[in-house]
């Protein structure tokens, strides 16, 4: 078992930044993929990064590409997203995921361990 808490959701005017935070437990976190996903009301669960799980590759969705940044700390069993230059369109709840497959970081089904989410909100 691998239990995932999300951390630092909020709400934040377009333009500004937030910085989530994931702290894994249980099973080897090093060995594991990351990803982020978030799902805004009334919409499907959308792929948002991935991280491999020694940290040097990364996965980006084309809507956050550029204004997003996900990090890991092994030795913390942490994940990290910062995000930047925020829009309306971001608000959703963000989960963390985790995943011992090594493709398809885009698919929601690849994930086997999952937060309770964190909700981010950006006014206009």
């Known amino acids: 078992q691998v239990q995932l808490v999300e951390s630092g959701g909020g709400l934040v005017q377009a333009g500004g930044s937030l910085r989530l935070s994931c702290a894994a437990s249980?099973?080897?976190?090093?060995?594991?993929?990351m990803g982020w996903f978030r799902q805004a009301p009334g919409k499907e669960r959308e792929f948002v990064v991935a991280?491999?799980?020694?940290?040097?590759?990364?996965y980006y969705a084309d809507s956050v590409k550029g204004r997003f940044t996900i990090s890991r700390d092994n030795t913390k069993n942490t994940v990290s997203l910062q995000m930047n230059s925020l829009k309306p369109e971001d608000t959703a709840v963000y989960y963390c995921?985790?995943?011992?497959?090594?493709?398809?970081?885009?698919?929601?089904?690849?994930?086997?361990?999952w937060g309770q989410g964190t909700q981010v909100t950006v006014s206009s």
């Open positions: 995921a985790s995943t011992t497959a090594g493709s398809r970081w885009y698919l929601s089904e690849e994930y086997a361990y």
């Open positions: 249980g099973r080897t976190f090093s060995g594991r993929g």
């Open positions: 991280i491999s799980s020694s940290g040097r590759s990364t």
